[in-house]
């Protein structure tokens, strides 16, 4: 069974390569382990021991290709559709408010020589993608390393994805939990 840890704000991998002081047989030892069999300094009591879900609410295991999903996973126990409105999801959608004033995302064309800011957010002095000439597609393929989830890359009703990009295997730009509960400085979200 598939299985994340989650400790009271943080997730642990079964290794950590920050240590460095282990022989070769401590190291093969350590990537033995399971998650959950090494500490990870923290005192804090495990919060979540469960197995993780795909897309289509099946559980998939260590050695399954499909990518978890968090609304499957996470949503079965927290209300998904809720924290997808929270602050740092919410941007792309058009019905909620401005909020405060944070950094826009920095787009360029090398092309025509120009560099602009761009917000779903109706912030003064920033662009939106689609007066960009964006499709949500377009933002995703760009910013999506840097997006929390949700948005435009959950939300997309763009038909212009490229097949070349491989979406039907990552799947939906979901809410990234693991963006905050995570302890581990390797997680690529990408």
């Known amino acids: 069974m598939g299985v994340v840890l989650l ?61 978890f999903s968090t609304r499957q996973t996470c949503g079965k126990c927290h209300d998904y559709d809720t924290i997808s409105q929270g602050w740092h ?8 408010p401005a909020g405060r004033r ?6 360029w064309d090398a092309a025509i020589g120009v560099q602009f800011p761009l917000s779903y957010r109706k912030w003064e002095g920033v662009f939106s993608p689609s ?7 377009d933002f995703v393929r760009i910013f999506g390393r840097q997006l929390p989830g949700g ?23 979901e809410v990234n939990c693991l963006a905050c509960h995570n302890v581990s400085y390797r997680q690529d979200q990408s």
């Open 102 to 107: 944070a950094q826009p995302w920095l787009y």
């Open 151 to 173: 948005m435009a890359g959950e939300k997309m009703v763009s038909n212009k994805i490229d097949p070349g990009d491989k979406w039907e295997l990552s799947g939906m730009l």
């Open 89 to 96: 999801f919410n941007a792309g959608l058009m019905d909620k």
């Open 7 to 67: 400790y009271a704000g943080s997730f642990m991998f079964a290794a950590d390569e920050s240590v460095s002081e282990e022989t070769e047989s401590e190291v093969d030892e350590i990537l033995l382990k399971q998650i959950g069999d090494i500490d990870d300094g923290s005192r804090a009591k495990t919060v979540h021991h469960f197995p993780l879900y795909d897309d289509q609410d099946f559980e998939i295991f260590p050695d399954s290709i499909e990518p």
């Open 131 to 137: 007066e960009a000439g964006l499709t949500q597609w």
